[in-house]
């Protein structure tokens, strides 16, 4: 009885699942795909031996509830005309008859693809249970990828370091030589401007970060008299830079155990994955930010998962914080966000080995001096060199403020009349209606800077935060709908966007590329740099999405694995993607999580890690 049970459960779970799939991938009824899920998740269930003690069901079931949501309100956000949208309009009244409004996930009307949203959420819910309790077993044991001894090798990690290095660096010389003298947008034109005195120095862009370009720019001008020579000096400093902080994390990883195809794997994805190049020779602030954030992800792990206290990896930890902080205006956020854990982990792992309260506050307070560094350079330093200072609220609430625009665009007549006159100080309704774009922050964010609106929100910040509160108490589909259009791609795996920015933006000061934009070479090198539109397994390395799934699944394993202290690596990575879903200016852009996509080797390497304490 028990046993005809049994097949009964994973009758209607695999039934269940197939369906779900079907729906998710747009099969029809009379593929045989349909039958391909039925069976084959009826004998993947029934044959396959899953984890089933306590820990491994709930973490499971909070990541298949996770990635169920990622993949159903996804494909909700690739929809051209979303459930959501019909669910807001019926219920609002604009549509009376509730079969009128077409979406992609059902193909006929609200009613029916609610039912059907339902049971494709469910059936993935199920299929993603199954796939993280297989993972979870697989990976329950790091001797797959830890197979050496461990602390022992630290003569040849240096030669892991030097070789790892050097090919990366001759790998990207290629790219460097085809995007000579390197990659600028407007604004690298912009901060090119502030150098040349042609602007005013200014915080928009990191004061930090535009003083590092000025040194190798005016470096350029004085040895070769060319200013196309300063910005190949920058871009040729940034490459060995980022060269140089990949190389360290391969031999780190190595000096820890890591076997070394797995070195090997790492290497190739820094080497061998255009984007990595490209963004070597691109004058973003996001690059060497996101090269700060690999280095202080690293030295977090080496202060909390292997107990490392020496003065060396203090001094690492407090420069990379700084810098970290320093390159980009959400930096100083992710830092302070990252900080009440790192105390935590501390206290945690004092109380594990009872050390003395005094060493344990000495070290609390070391985890405070990049604050202190930072509160320096942005206090002082900055007023001495009468460097102007970014106030502009605007630029970190891009997705408090298209919640509010989703409102104005949608459905205007259910606001108050004291609703639009505090919205009509900062903006007009009719502007707001007629620029509001889903997927580009950028033009609200304009439009209430046009119009004066970013003094106003300064002077009166909380009761616009009220009113943010407010409207989404009273339309919450409305802003599920802006969120989930404003940030999909930093979430949802199927979810391209362009990765590079390739040329030159045309300027005044005789900067220009090399090779032809539109020659034989460079059309070349574009569609390369586009391969992994065409190639399944490329294209995931380029999907931000993808790298938060594998963020998600690490959690879950330390907490399973109760290796809380591994999550020292995930930490910074992880608070760059919250801050980021909330200012986004753009649905998907590689750039602004650019240090989580290329700290992910590191992420899923320590997060496998076993033994996290008493290694030298």
């Not at 790192?342 to 004092?350: A, D, G, I, L, P």
């Not at 625009?405 to 259910?414: G, K, L, S």
Request: aromatic share 14%; net charge positive; charged share 15%.
């Amino acid at each position: 009885m028990c046993q005809l049970a049994e097949i009964i459960k994973n009758l209607a779970i695999a039934c269940l699942s197939s369906i779900s799939l079907s729906y998710y991938f747009q099969v029809s009824t009379g593929n045989i795909a349909g039958v391909v899920f039925m069976f084959g998740g009826y004998y993947l269930i029934s044959r396959t031996k899953f984890l089933c003690d306590r820990r491994a069901k709930i973490c499971s079931g909070v990541g298949a509830l996770i990635c169920s949501m990622v993949l159903v309100l996804g494909k909700i956000g690739r929809s051209r005309e979303s459930i959501l949208d019909a669910l807001c309009r019926f219920r609002e009244g604009i549509y009376k008859d509730e079969y009128t409004v077409q979406v992609v996930l059902s193909g006929h009307g609200s009613v029916r693809s609610i039912l059907v949203l339902s049971v494709t959420a469910v059936g993935l819910w199920f299929v993603c249970y199954y796939i993280i309790l297989k993972l979870l077993e697989i990976c329950r044991d790091d001797i797959m990828i830890y197979g050496q001894e461990r602390g022992t090798l630290k003569k040849d990690s240096r030669k892991i370091f030097f070789i790892s290095f050097i090919m990366i660096m001759l790998l990207w010389t290629p790219y460097f030589i085809i995007n000579f003298p390197g990659v600028l947008s407007p604004d690298s034109i912009n901060q090119i401007a502030q150098i040349e005195g042609a602007a005013e120095w200014n915080d928009h862009h990191p004061v930090v970060h535009t003083a590092f370009i000025a040194v190798f720019y005016r470096l350029g001008i004085v040895l070769f008299q060319s200013r196309n020579a300063g910005v190949a000096l920058y871009s040729a400093a940034q490459m060995m830079i980022m060269a140089f902080i990949e190389a360290e994390l391969i031999a780190l990883l190595h000096r820890r155990g890591l076997k070394t195809a797995y070195c090997g794997i790492i290497w190739a994805y820094y080497a061998l994955v255009p984007f990595h190049a490209m963004y070597a020779v691109t004058m973003w602030k996001d690059i060497l930010f996101a090269g700060f954030l690999i280095w202080f992800s690293m030295t977090s792990c080496e202060l909390f998962v292997w107990n490392e206290n020496r003065r060396a990896v203090w001094l690492q930890y407090i420069v990379s914080g700084t810098l970290f902080s320093l390159f980009r205006s959400n930096g100083l956020i992710v830092f302070c966000l990252c900080i009440p854990f790192f105390v935590f982990f501390e206290v945690y792992r004092k109380l594990r080995t009872k050390s003395d309260l005094k060493k344990m506050c000495r070290r609390v307070l070391l985890l405070l001096v990049p604050l202190c560094c930072y509160a320096v350079v942005k206090g002082p330093v900055y007023d001495y060199c009468q460097i102007q200072k970014n106030d502009n609220i605007v630029e970190s609430l891009s997705i408090p403020m298209q919640h509010i625009a989703r409102v104005v665009a949608d459905v205007p007549d259910t606001l108050t009349q004291e609703e639009k006159d505090q919205i009509e100080r900062v903006a007009s309704l009719e502007n707001i209606k007629e620029v509001y774009n889903c997927r580009f922050a950028d033009p609200m964010k304009m439009l209430v800077q046009g119009s004066g609106g970013a003094a106003v929100i300064q002077e009166h910040k909380w009761e616009y935060l009220k009113l943010w509160f407010v409207l989404g108490i009273k339309h919450p589909l409305q802003y599920m709908l802006a969120e989930i259009d404003a940030t999909l791609g930093y979430w949802y795996p199927d979810e391209q966007y362009g990765v590079i920015c390739t040329g030159v933006f045309l300027n005044d000061y005789g900067i220009e590329p090399l090779l032809d934009p539109e020659g034989f070479i460079a059309q070349t090198a574009l569609r390369w740099y586009e391969l992994y539109r065409m190639v399944p397994i490329l294209g995931s390395l380029f999907s931000i999405g993808t790298c938060f799934v594998m963020i998600v699944f690490i959690i879950l394993k330390c907490i399973y694995d109760q290796m809380y202290l591994n999550i020292a690596a995930v930490l910074p990575s992880l608070m760059c993607w919250c801050t980021i879903m909330a200012a986004a200016p753009l649905h998907s852009e590689m750039r602004y999580v650019y240090g989580m996509v290329s700290a992910i080797p590191l992420v899923l390497c320590v997060g496998l890690y076993k033994k996290p304490t008493g290694l030298k």
